[in-house]
């Protein structure tokens, strides 16, 4: 049994069974953090953190897919990409997921 670690979260991966599937590099291996950092087709989601000044947190954290892309125009960022929102990691991917599943449906 061959062993390695998830350079995201620490876990034991074996990877026996396809080390090709775990070879990101740098970035996350096990099974966990690729449900929770991928879409369900693959696309890869990134998080950020930033502490706004408001008097609520609910929008500290962010995600996106890792292709997103905005345009600056009029000194404001404007994008027809997803962005999920929370106040934490895992509320901002969840809704970011929401938002995926719910543009899929009207499509």
């Not at 879409?39 to 408001?54: A, L």
């Not at 404001?76 to 962005?83: A, L």
């Not at 929370?86 to 991917?93: K, N, Q």
């Not at 970011?96 to 449906?105: F, G, N, Q, S, T």
């Given at each position: 049994?061959?062993?390695?670690?998830?350079?995201?979260?620490?876990?034991?991966?074996?990877?026996?069974?396809?080390?090709?599937?775990?070879?990101?590099?740098?970035?996350?291996?096990?099974?966990?953090?690729?449900?929770k950092?991928?879409?369900?087709?693959?696309?890869?989601?990134?998080?950020?953190?930033?502490?706004?000044?408001?008097?609520?947190?609910q929008?500290?954290?962010?995600?996106?897919?890792?292709?997103?892309?905005?345009?600056?125009?009029?000194?404001?960022?404007?994008?027809?990409?997803?962005?999920?929102?929370?106040?934490?990691?895992?509320?901002?991917?969840?809704?970011?997921?929401?938002?995926?599943?719910?543009?899929?449906?009207?499509?």
């Open positions: 049994m061959s062993m390695d670690t998830c350079a995201k979260c620490g876990d034991l991966v074996d990877t026996d069974d396809d080390p090709a599937a775990y070879d990101f590099g740098d970035k996350c291996r096990c099974e966990t953090c690729r449900a950092y991928y879409t369900d087709d693959g696309q890869k989601i990134e998080t950020s953190f930033w502490r706004k000044p408001i008097p609520t947190n929008f500290d954290w962010s995600a996106h897919l890792d292709s997103y892309d905005a345009d600056c125009v009029d000194g404001e960022f404007v994008s027809n990409d997803p962005v999920g929102y929370g106040a934490t990691e895992a509320e901002a991917i969840h809704d970011l997921k929401l938002i995926l599943e719910e543009r899929e449906d009207a499509a």
